[in-house]
């Protein structure tokens, strides 16, 4: 399976964007699919995952109440609408997937996702 991430650009804080993530080879309608994040000189972070089946979201604190994970199946694509960015969100968005149907404790650890695409650079500035 190949991740295509795209949707990045420059913004203004309190702009909103919506990050795609769209798969070749395979399916993303089943499994899990996450976001995570890496700004420059930290770590790579989760951002926000859903599971299909039984379906569930799960946001790190700092997404909750601004970030929304989707999917769309017919276009074998998952989105995260990000609205209210501030600063802090600067960084380069990965997507990932898994065909295992993470608990959701689970749906954060970036070893449990098996694909990556190549991430998309997300600049906010106030």
């Known amino acids: 399976v190949q991740l295509q991430a795209s949707g990045g650009g420059l913004l203004q804080a309190g702009d909103s964007l919506r990050l795609s993530c769209t798969a070749s080879?395979?399916?993303?309608?089943?499994?899990?699919v996450a976001w995570f994040r890496q700004s420059p000189g930290k770590e790579r972070e989760f951002v926000a995952a859903?599971?299909?089946?039984?379906?569930?979201?799960s946001y790190a604190d700092s997404a909750k109440g601004r970030f929304t994970i989707s999917g769309d199946n017919a276009k074998n694509t998952v989105y995260l609408q990000m609205n209210s960015l501030k600063d802090e969100d600067t960084a380069v968005y990965y997507c990932?997937?898994?065909?295992?149907?993470?608990?959701?404790?689970?749906?954060?650890?970036?070893?449990?996702?098996?694909?990556w695409g190549q991430g998309t650079l997300v600049t906010v500035s106030s």
């Open positions: 859903i599971r299909w089946r039984p379906k569930a979201t």
């Open positions: 990932a997937a898994d065909p295992r149907s993470w608990a959701l404790s689970a749906l954060s650890t970036s070893a449990h996702y098996t694909f």
């Open positions: 080879g395979g399916t993303l309608g089943t499994g899990s």
